[in-house]
């Protein structure tokens, strides 16, 4: 039932997507949403001369279920684009928050807006600071400190090496957020004094609005016009308010208050004081004194979020530079917990929580024939073809079907997480084996397993194949390359239990990553375990970066291994491939390392296209259109 609510007339995603059935989050695939369609076809015919060892292919699905990064608990508050906080969990696509913007060596606050919102489940840790802030993020999390991005853990060993935050870590931001006052009856009698005293209705909207709602509590009195002998933290809080609404103003990073009524002045110097604030007072003329601020962006923000003013121009702080409000990280340690952690893609890449400036998920091209945004939607959209075996099996009973080999995984992974709710491999492996197709299969999820007793039964009627793709066996670096795939260990045992139930499983390593994961040392060690669990042969391919994949891998790139930036724009300078120069330097490392551990034997896919024997590093041609990462 929870899942009919949310048919298409409920909740229209994708309303003009042909076929559409249904638009669905299920809660196992938090923050992933699934378009089922009824597809026409889904035997894809490859254009002639695009250099590949096939000539048809299958997709169950487009997108991709596999991948995620999460970052901050729910709870954490985000500076508004009004001055305000809301929590993590609490904003929506189109909020207007608080960015930042470089201004020389240091920072300015600027409006955008939240692209993307989403949850999951993840491994949590505790990052304390020495003012005493807690915040929960997940380790992948990001902080803008004083020397750059540091994400909340890291390894010290190998090539998943990181910034990560560690003890006196100095973060950038604008400190502790300060908690916004209770609507009593104290706060409003003192916010009805300041703002009366200063000018009173009709000068402000926003603020003649407020007080019209609060005058019905005191009746006929106007004894809120009097300053107490003793105000509390309550009435002092609205007083400031009241008068920063019709007497204040802020301007580049400069908040002040001005007046000429000595008790109020007096009252308002007590109310600074009660509340730790530094200021300086000025006489403008004769009776007349301003009273302005010390302290910088940190201080006016913690003003505002003390007494709450109404004003919302007065709030603005488009511009503000930060760099002064900075604190220690005391530590950040695991919580050995799962939590739900939030996050958010914004338009400038990054936002404040908690005080501190936190970068945002990356997210990569594709999916914009379907008109998806060019972020996340590869990740977070999955249009599931729900017919896929029935559609396939009519397509192949036409009289003109000529048998030829079907390649799956060359788009999007088969066994994808999805794969494991909806089930259509099974009924599409069936009607290629009962029409007598050969077939192959490229993934990297381990959902496979489960088809294996079916794969091993169809492979005695049509030949059969499998390739599975496992890049390095760092698990680090891999968690951070392609987040939410099974990780090697799982891969390797996959590739383990193929051979056992006599299916040829060969292994794609890619994209091998120039400077990352090309060194002899990591491929000797990969080869070794790929030897060890039986991989039938090995085909090597070095990072190619189409449009697309090409400006998310910058991405990920400048955000994990800035020192390698220029040696990258050197080394794809004429394009998505590598320079027949690396490619050379890659083939002579890696051909004695196949042939020492028996994973240089040539191709064996039974029902291709003929073609010549592959080489061990892959050339430069649309033959590398497998889409790895």
């Known amino acids: 039932m929870r899942w009919e609510r949310q048919r298409v007339g409920v909740e229209p995603v994708l309303p003009g997507l042909e076929g559409l059935v249904r638009t669905v989050r299920p809660p196992e695939f938090d923050g992933v949403t699934f378009h089922e369609v009824r597809a026409r076809s889904v035997l894809n015919k490859v254009p002639e001369g695009s250099g590949v060892p096939f000539g048809w292919t299958v997709n169950p699905y487009r997108g991709c279920s596999h991948a995620c990064t999460y970052c901050l608990e729910g709870g954490t508050r985000v500076l508004l684009a009004n001055g305000r906080t809301r929590a993590l969990a609490e904003l929506r696509v189109g909020d207007r928050i608080y960015g930042t913007r470089g201004h020389g060596s240091a920072r300015g606050l600027v409006p955008t807006t939240v692209l993307a919102h989403w949850s999951t489940l ?8 020495d003012d005493g802030t807690r915040i929960v993020a997940g380790e992948d999390h990001r902080f803008l400190s004083a020397r750059g991005w540091r994400f909340v853990a890291g390894s010290r060993l190998g090539a998943a ?13 604008v400190g502790a957020f300060a908690a916004t006052p209770d609507d009593t009856l104290g706060y409003r009698a003192g916010y009805l004094c300041g703002m009366l005293r200063s000018g009173g209705f009709a000068v402000e909207p926003e603020a003649t609005a407020r007080a019209v709602g609060y005058l019905p509590d005191f009746g006929s009195s106007v004894g809120f016009l009097r300053v107490p002998g003793t105000p509390d933290a309550h009435w002092r809080r609205g007083f400031l308010a009241g008068l920063f609404d019709l007497a204040g103003g802020y301007r580049r ?9 000595q008790e109020v002045l007096g009252a308002l110097r007590a109310a600074l004081d009660a509340s730790g604030f530094g200021y300086d007072v000025a006489e403008r003329k004769p009776g007349r ?25 007065r709030r603005s702080l488009d511009g503000a530079v930060l760099g002064t409000s900075r604190r220690r990280v005391v ?17 400038t890449g990054d936002f404040v929580a908690d005080g501190m400036v936190s970068h945002n998920c990356f997210a ?4 914009t024939y379907l008109d998806f945004d060019a972020g996340r939607d590869f990740d977070t959209q999955v249009v599931v073809k729900v017919n896929a075996p029935q559609v396939l099996a009519a397509q192949l009973r036409r009289p003109g079907w000529a048998r030829e080999h079907v390649a799956m995984g060359t788009n999007t992974d088969p066994y994808q997480r999805a794969e494991g709710r909806y089930r259509l ?45 496992i890049a390095l066996l760092d698990r680090e670096l891999q968690r951070r390359l392609e987040p939410g795939t099974p990780g090697p260990a799982a891969r390797l045992e996959l590739v383990e239990k193929a051979r056992a139930a006599g299916l040829p499983c060969s292994v794609l390593v890619a994209p091998v990553l120039p400077w990352l994961t090309d060194s002899a040392e990591a491929l000797d060690a990969l080869f070794a375990r790929l030897a060890e669990v039986g991989a039938s ?26 020192a390698l930036v220029p040696r990258y724009k050197q080394l794809y300078a004429r394009g998505s491939y590598v320079s027949k120069a690396y490619r050379e330097r890659l083939g002579e490392r890696v051909g004695p390392l196949l042939r020492r551990y028996g994973l240089d034997r040539p191709p064996a896919l039974p029902g291709q296209r003929s073609h010549r024997a592959e080489p061990v590093v892959a050339p430069a041609n649309p033959a590398e259109q497998l889409r790895l990462l």
Request: proline share 7%.
């Open 161 to 173: 090496q990181r910034p990560h935050l560690a003890e006196g870590t100095e973060l950038v931001g």
């Open 364 to 367: 990569r091209n594709t999916h």
């Open 537 to 562: 042969r090995v085909t090597v391919l070095p990072l190619h970066l189409r449009p697309g994949a090409r400006e998310w891998f910058a991405r990920w790139l400048a955000r994990e291994y800035p």
């Open 425 to 469: 491999m099974p009924g599409i492996v069936t009607a290629l084996a009962r029409s007598g197709t050969p077939f192959s299969i490229l993934t990297k999820g381990t959902v496979l397993t489960r088809d294996l007793p079916l794969l091993e039964s169809v492979s005695a009627d049509v030949p059969v194949s499998l390739a599975v793709s």
């Open 122 to 129: 993840r491994e949590a840790y505790r990052v304390t600071l």
């Open 289 to 313: 004194c301003r009273v302005r601020l010390r302290g910088g962006t940190g201080e006016v923000i913690r003003f505002l979020h003390t007494c709450d003013p109404a004003v919302g121009r």
């Open 331 to 347: 530590s950040a340690e695991p919580l050995g917990l799962r939590l739900p952690l939030f996050d958010i893609t914004t338009g």
């Open 253 to 261: 990073g400069a908040l002040w208050i001005t007046h000429e009524d």
